[in-house]
């Protein structure tokens, strides 16, 4: 069984920063992408940013040249560095990962319960 437990989550004045974490636990054989989500009360989620177990990434428009996604594979763990936080960018932020358990023959996507993240004055 494998679980997603994400952390870093809070409430940052506008320009503020804040890092998320999403570290990954239980059986696990290999963890392929991994990435961002986030989702504000009345819309869909959308992505924010992805990870390739190589280290690629991509980032949605509205948040590049301020996040940076980032992962420690030694450590099953993923980062999203936060800076200069606008009001728009209050949500929940969930992340994702692809993950094979031991045996397994194909990846299953996980994710996390969830942070919140509140951006304001």
């Known amino acids: 069984q494998v679980q997603l437990v994400e952390s870093g989550g809070g409430l940052v004045q506008p320009g503020g920063s804040l890092r998320l974490s999403c570290a990954a636990a239980g059986s696990i054989s290999r963890i392929r992408g991994m990435g961002w989500y986030r989702q504000a009360p009345g819309t869909q989620r959308e992505l924010v940013a992805v990870i390739t177990s190589g280290g690629s990434t991509n980032y949605t428009d509205s948040v590049k040249g301020r996040f940076t996604i980032s992962r420690d594979n030694a450590k099953n763990t993923m980062y999203l560095q936060m800076d200069n936080l606008k009001p728009e960018d209050t949500a929940v932020y969930y992340c994702?990962?692809?993950?094979?358990?031991?045996?397994?023959?194909?990846?299953?996507?996980?994710w996390g319960q969830g942070a919140q993240v509140t951006v304001s004055s």
């Open positions: 994702k990962a692809e993950v094979r358990i031991p045996g397994g023959l194909r990846f299953n996507d996980y």
